[in-house]
């Protein structure tokens, strides 16, 4: 495994990384735990994620390589569930981004028995509802929860399947994208998603997008996608 640290690429790279732990820590998804990966543009058998740090506080120097089964040159101690991320890369070629959060409103309905379905038009991407990942069916009724093996990485990758977010029970969520940009995108309206079905349902009911109106908002959504990087960035960065 070896990468040029220095080639432009591998440097854009590592700032957009550091970017997006700092919006997402803005926007509430990210606390001091959870983190964000790229597929590496210069080999796509690789990826790139955060040493093990909160991610409020993630530099660009901060960032490692890692092969597809998780394993790195670098020294310095890694996240314990870096195979969320190289499982989900191994089984999704078009997957080039990928979000792991405890975003808190997401986390009842990972526990609660009602499916998370798309009720607004920035979450079409939730279409026709988000899988949820069931622990115990790899780990037995004993585990941390932690994906912190590559099997228990390839069974999340499974319930993912070609869904844009997986819940996990008792945990989080893991977000997807073609893009940092859209993963992140995803990450944050997966939360607001999540708020306002919950609202709704308080209120006694819930009216879903069609799979034809989820499809067509993110037609509308996608090219919109660097409006909302900059607005979060600008944001995350104010003084
Ligand atoms: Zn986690």
Redesign the pocket.
């Known amino acids: 495994m070896r990468e040029d640290t220095t080639s432009t690429r591998s440097r854009e790279q590592r700032a957009t990384l550091a970017e997006a732990n700092h919006i997402l820590v803005d926007q509430g998804i990210l606390d001091a ?2 983190h964000v990966s790229v597929r590496s543009a210069d080999d796509p058998d690789t990826f790139l994620l955060a040493r093990n740090l909160a991610p409020g506080l993630v530099q660009a120097d901060d960032v490692q390589l890692f092969t597809l089964d998780g394993t790195t040159d670098d020294p310095r101690p890694p996240y314990l ?1 870096r195979h969320i991320h190289g499982e989900i890369y191994r089984a999704r070629p078009d997957v080039h981004a990928v979000v ?1 959060s ?1 975003s808190p409103a997401v986390i009842p309905f990972g526990v609660a028995g009602t499916p998370l379905r798309p009720v607004l038009h920035m979450a079409g991407f939730l279409a026709p509802e988000a899988p949820v990942f069931e622990a115990r069916d790899t780990l037995g009724s004993g585990s941390d929860l ?2 912190r093996t590559p099997q228990s990485g390839v069974a999340l990758a499974g319930a993912l399947g070609r869904s844009s977010v997986v819940l ?1 029970r008792g ?2 969520a893991t977000a997807v994208g073609a893009s940092v940009e859209e993963a992140v995108y995803r990450a944050v309206y997966t939360e607001v998603n999540a708020r306002a079905q919950a609202e709704a349902l308080r209120l006694g009911g819930c009216t879903y997008l069609t799979d034809e109106e989820a499809a067509a908002t993110v037609a509308t959504n996608t090219p919109q996608l660097p409006r909302a990087w900059g607005f979060w960035r600008d944001r995350a960065h104010r003084p």
């Open positions: 735990f959870g569930e792991h405890h932690l994906v996990m945990h989080g």
